[in-house]
């Protein structure tokens, strides 16, 4: 599995999906749009992403990418399947997502205030929401990517 962040704000948020990535064997994190990166283009550490990610920025595989859907459709064309993070009229609850393996499977969640971008949502193959119950209709990005990400990761 693949995690790509788009347009994350919050370098703690950066940091929690880091180590969630870490814990769950994820291949690899795209860090794309604004998203912050563990280290700068001048190499100087994010102190908040290192800080929260208690060192999984140094086991995790991670790239910084400005394109979203460029990279996405590159995956595409390698036989990913795109699973958005996102509430939306289509999407299907998370946990009766079962997909067969895991291997080709790219893990999107979005910007804390907007979400995922809607040409993001467009290349979609598939779209999970995870219920909400309270007047909030959304979980920090962090939390909701931990809790697929082991959904998918530990089934049962």
């Known amino acids: 599995m693949i995690a790509?962040?788009?347009n994350i704000r919050?370098?703690?948020n950066v940091g929690t999906v880091l180590r969630t990535a870490d814990a769950v064997?994820?291949?690899k994190v795209y860090l794309c749009g604004y998203t912050?990166?563990?280290?700068?283009n001048l190499s100087k550490a994010h102190k908040?992403?290192?800080?929260?990610?208690l060192g999984?920025?140094?086991y995790v595989d991670w790239e910084?990418?400005?394109s979203t859907t460029a990279l996405l459709k590159k995956l595409k064309k390698e036989g990913y399947k795109i699973v958005v993070v996102e509430l939306a009229k289509n999407s299907q609850k998370y946990y009766k997502f079962k997909p067969k393996s895991l291997d080709k499977i790219v893990?999107?969640?979005?910007?804390e205030i907007r979400g995922v971008s809607k040409p993001v949502m467009d290349l979609a193959d598939k779209i999970i929401e995870i219920p909400m119950l309270g007047k909030k209709e959304s979980l920090n990005v962090g939390v909701a990517f931990a809790i697929v990400a082991y959904r998918l990761k530990f089934p049962e």
């Open 4 to 6: 790509v962040l788009q």
């Open 25 to 27: 064997g994820i291949k």
């Open 10 to 12: 919050s370098a703690f």
């Open 56 to 58: 999984a920025e140094s």
């Open 48 to 53: 908040e992403i290192i800080k929260v990610s």
């Open 36 to 40: 912050p990166a563990p280290v700068d």
């Open 107 to 111: 893990l999107v969640v979005g910007n």
């Open 64 to 66: 910084k990418v400005s």
